[in-house]
């Protein structure tokens, strides 16, 4: 089955610098990679997904860029502000959505 | 627009008690899905339907829990009996048919048991 690995699992930055969380999954057939946000206590909320036809995504200041040879795909924050603070997951997907372990970021003013 | 939503909220019960958590998906989306969050074991999926028929149950952990749905508008995880490691919170999801469709995700039932 599909196995998604993530990394950091921590990330602190300073307000106004750039995070990227970086994502590998195991299983070639998976072709669509979303990503969510989730604040304490709240549910998990889609930001920005990318399928398996495309490269890169750009949402403002959020991108997300996929590179299907080697089965890894990466989220990119630019000017991170205080509200980007949240746990961050990557999911992938064949036949359901399997997820990633989380990144707790951390951005201070 | 409605989202997904779930019920109760929160549940605090002893061990041993039947726990059922409910979940009215988005109306016109085809696919449910029943995951759990834990801090040592992140998001896992239990279990996921499509028109109403489960498709993969291999992620729910033990017979002691089951899930339905008996129409397009309604599920249930049921516990039985519960046991504190069954402590977490339970999310519900929702997505059109098909591949590639976002997942929409209910506000969660956080399950506590004594």
């Known amino acids: 089955g599909e196995n998604v690995e993530q990394h950091p699992s921590t990330l602190s930055v300073q307000e106004g610098d750039s995070a990227v969380i970086k994502c590998t999954y195991s299983?070639?057939?998976?072709?669509?990679f979303p990503w969510y946000k989730q604040e304490l206590g709240k549910r998990p909320q889609l930001i920005i997904d990318?399928?398996?036809?495309?490269g890169e995504k750009k949402d403002q200041r959020i991108a997300v860029t996929l590179n299907k040879t080697a089965k890894h795909f990466s989220l990119h924050i630019t000017e991170t502000q205080p509200e980007d603070s949240a746990v961050y997951f990557c999911?992938?997907?064949?036949?359901?959505?399997?997820f990633g372990k989380g990144t707790t970021l951390s951005v201070s003013s | 627009d409605a989202g997904v939503i779930q019920s109760p909220r929160h549940e605090v019960t002893e061990m041993g008690q039947e726990v059922t958590l409910r979940c009215k998906p988005i109306?016109?989306?085809?696919?449910l899905f029943w995951y759990r969050q834990t801090m040592m074991r992140g998001l896992e999926l239990l279990i996921y339907?499509?028109?109403?028929?489960?498709?993969?149950d291999s992620g729910m952990p033990e017979d002691r829990f089951s899930a339905k749905m008996p129409n397009a508008s309604f599920s249930t995880l049921k516990i039985q009996p519960s046991e504190p490691r069954d402590s977490a919170v339970y999310f519900c999801?929702?997505?059109?048919?098909?591949?590639?469709?976002?997942?929409?995700f209910g506000d969660g039932t956080r399950l506590s048991i004594l």
């Open positions: 999801a929702s997505s059109p048919t098909g591949s590639n469709q976002p997942q929409h």
């Open positions: 299983d070639s057939a998976s072709n669509y």
């Open positions: 990318i399928r398996s036809n495309v």
């Open positions: 999911a992938a997907l064949r036949t359901a959505l399997i």
């Open positions: 109306s016109g989306h085809n696919s």
């Open positions: 339907f499509n028109n109403n028929v489960p498709i993969d």
